[in-house]
């Protein structure tokens, strides 16, 4: 089968599973992972205790580290690999933001972002593995990351929604929700294949597809 796109982000809410996939696919289809390096965040573990206080200092140094990742290995060509995978879109930052901001720093914040967000280039596809809140809170719990275990269904909920507003905004790439609720590609085999062929040999028209397992 021929790869139909060459630059791929898979996202989903936390605990989707989003970077498990892209390891998986990166090395079996040789392909350039491009991971979000948010175990650097010093202000991550102190949103999570007190969000109120942290929310904009946090939401600001995601902005700045996605754009100076995004900005330096997007652009660097590898003749070696097929394709490049990321685990995340810049748009996360304006996603989140609307999640964990007031009104009026939102406002601000929006302003930033759009300014930089015209000097990235847009992906050939983008995928969004869909969850249930219980689903995502079971694996956030597995993984065990400590600072994670007081996130809600209530907050997930929340990003779900931001995360659905803007995918009605697209109309430049495919966005495609794929509903994982009810698979496993991380441990069973046939689900990953079933997603696989999704992500990597399947066409998709601008906006809005979704696909169910």
């Given amino acids: 089968m021929e ?3 060459k630059y791929i ?3 989903g809410n936390i605990g989707a599973g989003k970077t498990s996939l892209v390891n998986k ?3 079996q289809f040789n392909g350039k992972q491009i991971l979000e390096q948010f175990h650097d965040n ?3 573990p102190k949103f999570y205790k007190e969000p109120d ?8 140094s995601f902005l700045a580290a996605r754009y100076k990742q995004l900005n330096s290995e997007i652009q660097t060509t590898d003749l070696f690999k097929n394709f490049t995978i990321a685990d995340y879109y810049f748009a996360k930052s304006l996603i989140f933001s609307r999640s964990t901001l007031q009104d009026d720093e939102y406002a601000l914040y929006r ?6 967000y015209k000097q990235l280039p ?3 596809v983008y995928f969004y593995l869909h969850m249930n809140a219980d689903r995502l809170l079971q694996n956030i719990k597995n993984r065990g990351r400590d600072y994670e275990q007081e996130i809600s269904a209530e907050y997930l909920l929340s990003i779900q929604q931001s995360y659905f507003a803007f995918f009605k905004t697209i109309n430049d790439f495919p966005v495609v929700i794929i509903d994982c609720s009810n698979v496993d590609f991380v441990n069973n085999s046939s689900d990953y294949e079933k997603i696989v062929d999704k992500i990597l040999f399947s066409e ?3 906006g809005i597809n979704r696909v169910v397992l």
Avoid: K
């Fill in 25 to 27: 696919i990166a090395e």
């Fill in 111 to 116: 302003q930033l972002f759009n300014i930089i």
């Fill in 53 to 60: 206080r942290y929310s904009f200092t946090l939401e600001l």
């Fill in 3 to 5: 790869l139909q796109n």
């Fill in 122 to 124: 847009l992906p050939s």
């Fill in 204 to 206: 998709y028209n601008n």
């Fill in 42 to 44: 010093p202000f991550l």
């Fill in 9 to 11: 982000v898979i996202e």
